[in-house]
């Protein structure tokens, strides 16, 4: 049975296992870059027809909280990156200290942006529809920016939510790894980074460019 | 499992609920599959049957528009993701996929039991759409329609696509990883048999733009949800966005649909020819050029939509491109029967008239991708006429050539003959008797999604109807012979068709871990012989 357990029926051994969800993640990780490309794409593009009004409402976000939450998340796969050479050393508990760090930065940027952001967004009346607080003629394209923005957060911070509990199971199953065989720390490890890079051209979208010109 | 239970049928092994709805074995999961699909595929034919006799009178015999355009956002729904987007993948594709690579399973099988979840949900959510009293918004679900002042159940049909979706993606990255991972030893790229290339080209598609599709869906939703949104014209937004990347996604998808089709073909018909495939590397870049030029050529929906010139130029092109690989495709198979032994077995006369009708269907392609005719022919009969010819004409008589062609390894059971003939000649002629008129009715200009039209196009709108019945009746057929032969049909041997295919190297149906020893590829596919006498005539 050991030898079962090592690899499943269809692979030819262990490493023949790991390298095809190596690839299965990358390709997973290529929809979801072809999943978020339609708002990035709408987004610019409704910018560049209404430029002045996309960054009235630009100017209305909340650039430290934006900043920490960067900072958190970056911080946070690094923990994790750290995390899983660790495991490639052999050491389990130093991954699953790391881990917890990774963890607890996530966990800390989904506190900020919904508890404390989102909260400041909606009491300045910022959420699209008639109760909407920036008039003139910059009101409509302005709706429009933060139509872009809490749908494109909220998916994010989904992905976000999913991230961390993976990463808790990761951590629950600790035990079963070793410097051999780590191979879903790795593929988890893949997801969480992509979800640093989808915040990362989120980030100049809602709080940089508003403020550049 | 234990070594001596290894060589129990896949049918065999379990015969509980449970041990088919837990299961992770690629060809239970395809069969779970076909039980769905065949059911959403007769669930859109009965909407397009209550069409076609809606439309015997020029009134309308329904006496609504409301449930007209009801039933056929319906058909165009279900059919569309529920029947065709899947069918041949998720049946024949995880059925064949391993067995063909002699493989014991896809790469992920836990994945691919997930998927027909999904499917199954979003299936459940569709039809709680329609039953709860559907959708009118057509297919297409254009803004501002659907967004603003749609009042049927837009927000649950898109739930039901959106997950549909993300079944599709799980099928389509599966198949790849598998493909490029799990082939057997000595089974190099260009030992595999075509329709696994052109599995592959449609994964490749259904990863690629399937998330797209979603994601513009979502935002539809949002907007229809909150009553503000991206494709807005109120606050800024762009409806004809909306159109971009819902065709971004939809006309690669039409590949989606017809890629498999060439797959099947490309294997029956050297099999029925006793010939070595024809131009095997042709067909198979074939496949990868239209899944390439596919993804480029989505704005040709849109050339009375208010696009520039420029744009409709450009499109107009590149749509010509994509029918260079199409055809290079029908010469090879018409290639590989000339001077062939043919033997006209079921699926064969499946795959005869596949080419004939996908050709049609493809040739008037071509007469609405022109600028100037398309201005005269979109939003007409020709269009549906057109993408039937491709879509029913093509993808589905490919979907029974395989079914008809493989039915013997997944059951393990020979069906009729003369009844499978007779379906499959049953079917031509029904098709062509509902679809050709169409081609007329187009033409003289009666336009499509309408419920009632000018009394004299009523001669041809009821020679349209007539075969919808005579098409009914070929649909039914296979449905009953195919059930009857699960109980009564003759055991099939492993091989009963002489075809070459590491699937046909195994007994039918196939033990659960697909091959007892796993095979070593040395030939290249399709080594067919001919008999003598033909060879020296």
Partial sequence: MSDAAAHEFQFSSAEHQRETAISGIWLFLATEALFFGPIFLAWIYARLADPSAFDAGGRQTELTIGVTNTALLIASSFAYSIGLACIEFGSRRGMVLWLLIAWALGAAFIGLKFGVEWRMDLEKGLFPGANFSIHGPSRSGAQLFFAFYFFSTALHGLHLLVGLALLAWIISKARQFTAERHNSVRVVGLYWTFIDIIWLILFPLIYLIGRAS | ?537
Wanted: aromatic share 18%; net charge neutral.
């Fill in chain 2, 1 to 537: 499992m234990t070594h001596s239970a290894a060589h129990v049928s896949y049918l065999e092994d379990g015969h509980t609920l449970r041990s088919w709805l837990l299961t992770t074995d690629h060809k239970r999961i395809a069969i779970l599959y076909l039980v769905a699909i065949t059911f959403f595929f007769f669930a859109g034919g009965f909407a397009a049957f209550l069409m076609r006799y809606n439309l015997i009178s020029s009134h309308g015999l329904l006496g609504s528009a409301e449930t007209y355009n009801r039933l056929f956002s319906m058909h165009g729904i279900l059919m569309v993701w529920f029947f065709l987007v899947p069918a041949v993948p998720v049946t024949l594709g995880n059925f064949l996929t391993p067995l063909m690579l002699g493989a014991r399973d896809l790469a992920f099988p836990r994945l691919n039991l997930l998927s027909w979840y999904l499917f199954m949900v979003a299936g459940f959510v569709a039809l709680y759409a329609v039953v709860a009293g559907g959708v009118d918004t057509g297919w297409t679900f254009y803004t501002p329609l659907t967004s603003l002042y749609s009042k049927g159940h837009v927000v649950a049909a898109i739930i039901a696509i959106f997950i549909a979706g993300f079944s599709s993606i799980a099928t389509g990255l599966n198949f790849i990883v598998t493909i490029h991972k799990l082939r057997a030893p000595g089974m190099g790229w260009y030992k595999m048999p075509v329709f696994l290339w052109s599995l592959y080209a449609t994964s490749v598609i259904l990863v690629l733009a399937t998330p797209v599709l979603a994601m513009t869906l979502l935002l539809l939703a949002f907007e229809r949800i909150f009553g503000i949104g991206v494709f807005d014209p109120a606050i800024g937004g762009d409806p004809l966005l909306f159109q971009h990347l819902f065709w971004f996604y939809s006309h690669p998808a039409v590949y989606v649909m017809i890629l498999p089709g060439f797959g099947v073909i490309s294997e029956i018909v050297p099999a029925f020819s006793r010939k070595e495939l024809f131009g095997y590397k042709f067909i198979v870049w074939a496949s990868i050029a239209i899944a390439v030029i596919g993804f480029l050529v989505w704005g040709h929906h849109m050339f009375v939509a208010g696009t520039s010139l420029f744009s409709a130029i450009v499109f107009s092109l590149l749509s010509y491109m994509v029918a260079v690989p199409s055809a290079i495709k029908v010469f090879n198979w018409v290639g590989t029967m000339h001077k062939g032994y043919i033997h006209f077995d079921s699926p064969m006369l499946y795959a005869i008239g596949f080419i004939g009708l996908f050709t049609t269907g493809g040739l008037t392609g071509l007469f609405v991708a022109a600028l100037a005719a398309d201005v005269h022919l979109t939003q007409t009969y020709f269009v549906v006429a057109h993408f039937h010819y491709v879509m029913v004409g093509g993808m589905v008589s490919a979907y029974f050539a395989g079914l008809h062609f493989w039915w013997p390894k997944i059951t393990g059971r020979l069906y009729p003959e003369m009844w499978g003939r007779a379906g499959a000649i049953t079917i031509f002629v029904g098709f062509n008797l509902t679809f050709f008129p169409q081609f007329v009715l187009g033409y003289l200009g009666m336009p499509r999604r309408y419920f009632a039209y000018p009394a004299h196009f009523e001669p041809l709108n009821l020679l349209s109807s007539a075969g919808a019945v005579v098409l009914a009746i070929g649909y039914l057929l296979p449905l009953g012979y195919l059930t009857w032969s699960l109980l009564y049909g003759e055991r099939a041997s492993a091989n009963p068709w002489g075809a070459t295919g590491l699937e046909w190297t195994t007994p039918s149906p196939p033990p659960t871990e697909n091959f007892a020893v796993t095979p070593i590829v040395t030939q290249a596919p399709y080594q067919y012989e001919q008999p003598e006498a033909v060879i020296h005539e």
